[in-house]
């Protein structure tokens, strides 16, 4: 193998800073029709973000409404019932699903793996338009076509179904969403592909960094239970259509045969939420420790026997259902178990914190933020899992908060601490700490004290989706409860502004980013910042990816280089000057 | 694994335009960018497309978990409704399916010895198959259509252009001769002599089944007589009557003459007082079976024809055949679904 050893201290020289992905080429088509993995992750994070502030505008409509027990903004009751529909199914569909493994994953598995790009950049390309196309839909939907969508985001029959009872936009919002799923099968696809035959000599499995073990395991469950939810709403427009009776007990249908079709993948993604999210914080806990990871094989097992769990129980949002008890009891057991391989992943977290050098950068207050939000929005699962007591807690503020806490808190939270870890690799920019971390703070009160309040008021019965909660027996707890709710998600909001606003500063007056600012060992730390166009030249030869004692403290570069008394294995920089023929 | 990695001896760089960098002179012009060579390139390409297949198969999975509840929950809908359809061409159409597989998988193995003209034969020979499936389907969906065999509520409207519909003045006076004896046939023919009177397309009588209480027509026909079935197996007689397990005469004659009473249904499904409560589900799951599955075989024709457009422009070679190799496959999984749909629907 020929490498080009360049010394990790140089400087950013200019050529390199010409040379760059965000360089090479240029003007509008050179982004929209690229095959570059890193421009197509970047394209997805600004949709993505869009499709967040969309989302959050209708949150905060929501939880506005809710200010007073008759309903602060509209006037409407099903107006009331779109905008927490459009909520959230922009989030899920739209926004969580596609953020790590889209956005992210796009921008940093290949580099991370020693890869030049995903195995099929074409079929990436493919599903990064098939999302926008997605999300076309749902802006029609936005844009009432058809009377818009008020279902809520799951299209639970006969809801749905039946005419007069939903508004025709669910026929627009569901090929929206069976697009949506091809593009993120496709996504899926690349990613086992590109892991399975494009990991470069000494990248054994058990070398690769653990968020490409989870961006592997959510790249399972995506490719496998997709196509169950495609099939699923294409059943739901045939039936809406033509009045099938797939789903209609009048034409001998069932539709609580819909609930099975609908969690059997919703229920999965759920952990497609979830997984790579768990891998961001594997990386960052370890990284900004400066600590080995512990019990590394532990927390890749545990990846994908979640992936598999999260396969057999989906039955546990259907325990009111009138399913049987038998089966019930069943799928609360091993929703019980699935807490098993969580917690391996939580207490790894923490032993490989103990004793470790800990930098308070801001990604690492959002993984440190993840943790604790993560345990309680973990445990508080447990609650729902118990049959007897999801009886009282089914459909209450409970589920909501317990659901915030893992997709929002832990996975979104996850995203935005993964997006400022490796924003100064997409960027080349570093952002104002101090600032990041005052927006961390104010996203973390914020969130809890939006969604904590939710757990009391779900525990004392509120009903989940209602626009009004005047003349109930405890209608003055409910308000009381309802306005420190929607208070918390004022700073939850404010928080995020404060955030974009500092990352877009520093994408036109940040400091120049170092090639490793945070000490990170794997190999997407040792390219430039931003990376060259092909990542290596030639592929890398690879190491411990969490053996950080052979990097240094450089303060000329304010970043971490390779100490000079220790030889490197192989180098993957690419020479500023040889980069391109 | 057959493929050899290629000899980097070609000069042709990247015309064919992967994008604007693909400039690296040691490539194929087959290689992409990010590949070290062709055989990598193969693996990954079979790799993705197997993937994709199993979520074909879990698309098709939910359809085919919907059969096995209906199925499981209804038999009787579904031995009644597989009358409807014709064997005959059924099996015609799988053995046409199943020799375009096998010239598919000839292709496949012309195009890894190189052999050009022969490549484009199995190739032309399977898509005529796939044509050939296609016209049959054609033909078999549109007697459905004229017949009113349709899926979901269209089922309850009468039908365009029927052979066996009978008009309703001559129905009246037919079912004087034919009713039979019990008591539940009786007045089950009495509410559809209602209906007839009424001048409306016969729509399902609310009738409670042998499995399922929840069971009951569209809306709007629950005023009609319930008849509470006792627990019965049902088989199938001439005039496309249901007897009840005591009736021993009916019994027997079926046991004698099985083809004969199977042979032609005299009476259309609306103007079958014995059609169980909701027949057209039997359809409604056909109908997107099939479709579904037509839907794939278009693709294919797509596909194939692509498949023969790149090999007249020599695209192909023992060194590189991946798009073949990848298109067999898909259809060879077109065709194993039908393997499957055919005896769901058309045998049992």
């Not at chain 1, 919703?266 to 999210?277: C, D, E, G, K």
């Not at chain 1, 870890?421 to 101090?434: A, C, F, I, L, Q």
């Not at chain 1, 955030?499 to 490793?516: C, E, V, W």
């Not at chain 2, 005529?128 to 309850?156: D, Q, R, T």
């Amino acid at each position: 193998m020929t490498t080009i050893p360049v010394p990790p201290s140089q400087p950013v020289t200019p050529e390199l800073a010409r040379d760059n992905y965000l360089t090479y080429t240029r003007g509008i088509w050179s982004w929209l029709f690229t095959l570059d993995h890193k421009r197509i992750g970047v394209m997805y994070l600004c949709g993505v973000l869009s499709m967040f502030f969309v989302g959050g505008i209708f949150a905060l409509l929501v939880r506005t409404q809710l200010l007073t027990p008759e309903g602060a903004v509209f006037n409407d009751n099903a107006n009331y019932n779109r905008a927490f529909t459009l909520h959230g199914a922009i989030m899920v569909f739209l926004v969580i699903i596609p953020s790590v493994p889209a956005a992210l994953g796009n921008f940093v598995l290949p580099i991370m793996l020693g890869a030049k790009d995903v195995a099929f950049p074409r079929l990436n390309l493919f599903s990064f338009w098939l999302w926008m196309a997605g999300a076309v839909f749902f802006i029609l939907v936005l844009v009432n076509v058809d009377g818009g969508l008020d279902t809520g985001w799951t299209f639970y029959t006969p809801y749905s179904t039946t005419d007069g009872m939903a508004f025709g936009g669910v026929l627009w919002a569901v090929i929206g969403v069976f697009i949506l799923g091809f593009s993120s099968i496709f996504t899926g696809m690349n990613f086992i592909v590109t892991i399975h035959r494009l990991r470069p000599p000494g990248m054994t499995w058990f070398r690769m960094p653990l968020f490409l073990w989870a961006l592997y395991a959510t790249a399972l469950i995506q490719v496998l239970a997709t196509p169950v939810l495609g099939i699923t709403v294409a059943l739901l427009f045939m039936e809406r259509l033509f009045g099938m009776g797939f789903f209609n007990p009048a034409l001998g249908g069932d539709p609580v045969l819909y609930q099975h079709f609908f969690w059997f993948y919703s229920h999965p993604a759920v952990y497609i939420m979830i997984l790579p999210a768990m891998g961001i914080i594997s990386e960052l806990i370890s990284v900004h420790s400066h600590k080995h990871i512990f019990g590394y094989r532990f927390i890749a097992f545990s990846s994908i026997a979640i992936a598999v769990f999260g396969f057999l129980v989906w039955g546990h949002h259907m325990f009111t259902s009138g399913q049987s008890q038998l089966i019930n009891v069943i799928f609360s057991a091993i929703t019980f178990s699935v807490s098993i391989p969580s917690a391996i992943k939580v207490f790894n977290w923490l032993a490989t914190l103990y004793r470790g050098s800990i930098s308070l950068n801001t990604p690492m207050l959002y993984a440190l933020g993840f943790i604790v939000i993560f345990a309680i929005g973990g445990l508080t699962g447990l609650h729902l899992g118990t049959l007897a007591t999801d009886i009282h807690l089914h459909d209450t503020y409970f589920v909501v908060a317990h659901f915030h806490y893992v997709m929002m808190g832990s996975a979104l939270i996850a995203m935005i601490g993964g997006m400022h870890h490796w924003w100064p690799k997409m960027t080349g920019r570093m952002y104002n700490e101090n600032w990041g971390r005052f927006g961390f703070a104010l996203v973390f009160i914020g969130f809890n004290v939006t969604f904590f309040t939710q757990f009391a008021l779900g525990s004392q019965g509120m009903p989940r989706r209602y626009a009004t909660y005047n003349g109930m027996v405890l209608t003055d707890l409910y308000h009381l409860y309802h306005v420190i709710s929607t208070i918390g998600s004022y700073i939850l909001a404010l928080g995020f502004f404060v955030t974009a606003g500092y990352l877009l500063h520093s994408i036109f007056a940040g400091k120049r980013a170092p090639d490793n600012p945070w000490g990170g060992r794997s190999l997407e730390w040792q390219c430039t910042s931003p990376p060259p166009h092909d990542n290596f030249k030639e592929a890398p030869t690879v190491g411990d990816c969490y053996d950080y004692s052979v990097l240094e403290w450089d303060e000329s570069q304010q970043g971490y280089k390779w100490r000079e008394d220790i030889e490197r294995p192989g180098n993957p920089h690419v020479s500023g000057k040889d980069g391109h023929a | 694994m057959t493929q050899v990695p290629m000899e980097h001896d070609h000069h042709e760089a990247g015309l064919h335009g992967h994008d604007v960098h693909d400039a690296h002179h040691d490539h194929p012009k087959e290689l992409g960018h990010h590949w070290d060579n062709l055989n990598q390139q193969f693996e990954a390409g079979k790799l993705g497309m197997w993937l994709f297949l199993a979520t074909e198969i879990l698309l098709f999975g939910g359809l085919f978990c919907g059969y096995a509840i209906w199925r499981g929950n209804h038999p009787d809908i579904f031995a009644y409704g597989s009358q409807f359809l014709s064997v005959k061409w059924g099996a015609i159409n799988t053995c046409v399916l199943l020799l375009s597989s096998m010239t598919m998988a000839m292709g496949v193995t012309m195009a890894q010895r190189g052999n050009k003209p022969g490549l484009i034969i199995c190739l032309v020979l399977t898509l005529l198959g796939a044509f050939g499936f296609l016209g049959i389907k054609y033909v078999e969906y549109s007697h459905k259509f004229h017949e009113g065999l349709l899926p979901g509520i269209a089922f309850y409207e009468k039908p365009s252009d029927s052979h066996i519909w009978v008009e309703i003045e001559e129905q009246a006076g037919d079912q004087q001769e034919t009713s039979i004896a019990t008591d539940v046939a009786e007045s089950k023919e009495e509410a559809e002599l209602q209906m007839a009177r009424a001048d409306l397309p016969v729509m399902p009588a609310a009738e409670a089944t042998t499995n399922e209480p929840a069971a009951i027509g569209p809306s709007g026909l629950n005023q009609s007589r319930v008849v509470q079935e006792e627990e019965t197996y049902r088989v199938f007689y001439k005039e496309g009557r249901i007897a009840a397990q005591e009736d021993q005469a009916a019994m027997a004659e079926y046991a004698e003459h099985p083809e004969e009473a199977m042979r032609e249904l005299e009476k259309h499904p609306l103007q079958d007082p014995d059609r169980p409560p909701n027949a057209q589900k039997f359809f409604t799951i056909y109908f997107l079976m099939t479709g579904l599955h037509g839907i794939h075989v278009v693709v294919g024709v797509i596909v194939i024809l692509w498949l023969i457009y790149l090999t007249f422009r020599g695209r192909f070679s023992p060194h590189y055949y991946t798009p073949v190799d990848c298109g067999g496959l898909y259809w060879h999984v077109v065709d194993l679904i039908w393997i499957f749909l055919f005896p769901l629907f058309y045998l049992i």
